[in-house]
């Protein structure tokens, strides 16, 4: 009740403080300030994966939303055994494949396409990718399969480990690697057949 | 890896281009949030009071019918 007539101000929160901290107070005091600083933190990396997934603004939103009350609703299950952002970007990317999977009605997407088997594809190099030109990377990233662009998604734009990404899809952390560089592979494919030049 | 990573200045640009969507979808999470601390408040006020009245309810009949049972005695 106090936290309803004093509300505790966004601006009076350290900017230093981390995520796992702010979790921590807004269990113990339920004051929605927290909540507003880390919504301020992620709305637009959220945005921006949910955008680049589900493609259309109003689809988007929706997914955010329901993103942001998932994580409001199941805050106070995060353990603290990871990070904060890979916690929610986890939720994140779960649920618009979801959406994604039933708007395709193909269960099996992301699921069944993490191949163990080592082939001989050549490894392609980390800067190739991340020096494309942006409006080049904005179509590429149309392109290629879903699966591919969330995987490469993770590993470049939130820069999680190969264990975390594992841990998320619940696959070994050698399928992970497989995938990354069939990924890749798949990115340079189609950069070259678009941009002959 | 090196310096220049183009998917995390795509993030950014795109976090910058849809400003007014995150803008939106926070006021509906306000706006949800707020509903739930109404119903959290109306659950806390009455239900709380709805079990001390079905106590009294339970208590008071069964008082009547000890009365009852009492007078029949007489």
Redesign the interface.
């Known amino acids: 009740m106090i936290n ?1 007539l004093f509300p505790l101000l966004t601006k009076d929160v350290p900017k230093t403080m981390s995520d796992e901290d702010i979790v921590q107070e807004y269990l113990r005091t339920q004051n ?1 300030a927290y ?1 507003d600083i880390l ?1 301020k933190r992620y ?3 959220i ?3 949910c ?2 997934l589900l493609k259309f ?1 109003g689809e ?2 929706d997914a ?2 329901e993103i ?2 998932k994580i ?1 609703l199941n805050m106070a299950k995060f353990s603290g055994k990871s990070r904060f952002s890979t916690w929610i970007y986890s939720i994140t990317y779960n649920y618009c494949i979801d959406i994604i999977r039933r708007k395709k009605k193909d269960p099996s997407l992301l699921v069944d396409n993490f191949a163990t088997s080592h082939d001989t594809i050549d490894d392609v190099d ?2 190739f ?6 409006k080049r ?2 179509i590429i ?1 149309d392109e290629i399969p879903v699966s591919d662009k969330t995987i ?2 993770m590993k ?2 939130d820069e999680m480990s190969i264990k975390e990404i594992g841990t998320v899809f619940n696959k070994s952390e050698s399928a992970v690697k497989m995938k990354i560089k069939r990924a890749k592979h798949k990115f340079r494919s189609i950069y070259q057949e678009m941009y002959k030049d | ?2 310096e ?13 281009e ?2 007014a ?2 803008d ?3 006021r ?3 706006n ?2 707020a509903s739930f ?1 109404l119903m959290a408040n109306v659950i806390e006020l009455y239900f709380s009071r709805m079990f001390e009245v079905f106590v009294d309810l339970t208590n008071t009949s069964s008082s009547k019918s000890n009365t009852d049972i009492d007078k029949k005695d007489l």
Not at chain 1, 129 to 134: D, G, H, K, T, W
């Open positions: 309803l929605v909540f919504y709305s637009g990396k945005f921006a994966k955008i680049s603004e988007a939103e955010m939303q942001f009350m409001l980390d800067a990718l991340l020096e494309v030109n942006i990377l904005k990233l490469l998604l470049y734009q | 890896m090196p220049v990573n183009n998917f995390k200045e795509l993030e950014r640009l795109q976090s910058e849809f400003k969507s995150t939106k979808v926070k509906n999470v306000n949800s949030l601390g």
